[in-house]
């Protein structure tokens, strides 16, 4: 019923920008909680950010603080990631993530319940 969908990952040279999206199908996508994860090879998925309802709250790791932005647009059912000042160690998997409950806690990968499949980044020197 809920699928998500991540586009936009390629390669970029450091210091440069990119902008990720990622397009949900499903109901009551207002009131989903989005968040975008990584996964570099050889390391566990993380948090990068998270952004609530109305749009307001946003939420990032202090890794990509400063860096990067979250924000979503209830009416096109689209959540972006705007990536700036890029470095070698942001390369990895970027995911899109949908929560749905309205539980768990937003920067761990268990309070969400649908996830997409991924798109590449990666970031030369």
């Known amino acids: 019923q809920v699928q998500l969908v991540e586009s936009g990952g390629q390669s970029v040279q450091a210091g440069g920008s990119l902008r990720l999206s990622c397009a949900v199908s499903?109901?009551?996508?207002?009131?989903?909680?989005m968040a975008w994860f990584r996964q570099a090879p050889g390391k566990v998925r993380e948090f990068v950010a998270a952004?609530?309802?109305?749009?307001?709250?946003?939420y990032y790791a202090d890794s990509v603080k400063g860096r990067f932005t979250i924000s979503r647009d209830n009416a096109k059912n689209t959540v972006d990631l705007l990536l700036n000042s890029l470095k070698p160690d942001d390369t990895a998997v970027y995911y899109c993530?949908?929560?749905?409950?309205?539980?768990?806690?937003?920067?761990?990968?268990?309070?969400?319940?649908?996830w997409g499949q991924g798109t590449q980044v990666t970031v030369s020197s």
């Open positions: 952004i609530y309802w109305s749009g307001a709250n946003t």
């Open positions: 993530a949908a929560d749905s409950s309205s539980r768990g806690t937003y920067y761990l990968r268990s309070g969400y319940n649908y």
């Open positions: 499903g109901r009551t996508f207002s009131n989903y909680r």
